[in-house]
T-cell receptor, first 112, second 115 residues
């Protein structure tokens, strides 16, 4: 079956621009996670949704980061006024229940 | 603070030889433990997990991992390495205290298998 998909795969933004990253989870998966992976590092948790409810946003690094999942399926991670330190790969994962998370291919964001 | 350590940035092994990629963790309680593999320009691919039960868990592509509670370790192993196993490997834990299921990842270990 189809896995987690993310778009765009690559995004180049000028500093100060707003960007929106999309995640399509595996159909029927209740839980959805966003992670940020800096170059040479392991992924770090950003935020978690259960259906449409954002239950944990403790990992969002600043109020410039915003995520939503209005209908409990597709999710969008928005970054306002991008900074160079936002350059990273943004990974989305979904799961059914509490255990295994399945990851998408990621969106590589480069802020110039 | 809760953390995961992968003490080796890179592991080199000859094809056909056994391999071990090390992982230790520092979290409260008995966490769920995972291994993921990442190929270039691709997302993380699930390999195996430990939730409860037998300390030796078997996963995809012939990989296995052994949970050692006293040493708080979850080392990844494979009896005979393949060149195609060359990739970046991540250990991750989900603390039991986490109601959201978020994972804490190690820094990753690059596995290089030489012919």
């Amino acid at each position: 079956g189809a896995g987690v998909s993310q778009s765009p795969r690559y995004k180049v933004a000028k500093r100060g621009q707003d960007v929106a990253l999309r995640c399509d989870p595996i159909s029927g998966h209740v839980s959805l996670f966003w992670y940020q992976q800096a170059l040479g590092q392991g992924p770090e948790f950003l935020t978690y949704f259960q259906n449409e409810a954002q239950l944990d946003k403790s990992g969002l690094p600043s109020d410039r980061f915003f995520a939503e999942r209005p209908e409990g399926s597709v999710s969008t991670l928005k970054i306002q006024r991008t900074q160079q330190e936002d350059s990273a790969v943004y990974l989305c994962a979904s799961s059914q229940g509490a255990h295994t998370q399945y990851f998408g291919p990621g969106t590589r964001l480069t802020v110039l | 603070a809760q953390s995961v350590a992968q003490p080796e940035d890179q592991v080199n092994v000859a094809e056909g030889n056994p391999l071990t990629v090390k992982c230790t963790y520092s979290v409260s309680g008995n966490p769920y433990l995972f291994w993921y593999v990442q190929y270039p320009n691709r997302g993380l691919q699930f390999l195996l997990k430990y939730i409860t039960g037998d300390n030796l868990v078997k996963g995809s592509y012939g990989f296995e991992a052994e949970f050692n509670k006293s040493q708080t370790s979850f080392h990844l192993k494979k009896p005979s390495a393949l060149v195609s196993d060359s990739a970046l490997y991540f250990c991750a834990v989900r603390p039991i205290s986490s109601n959201t299921g978020k994972l804490i990842f190690g820094q990753g270990t690059t596995l290089q298998v030489k012919p």
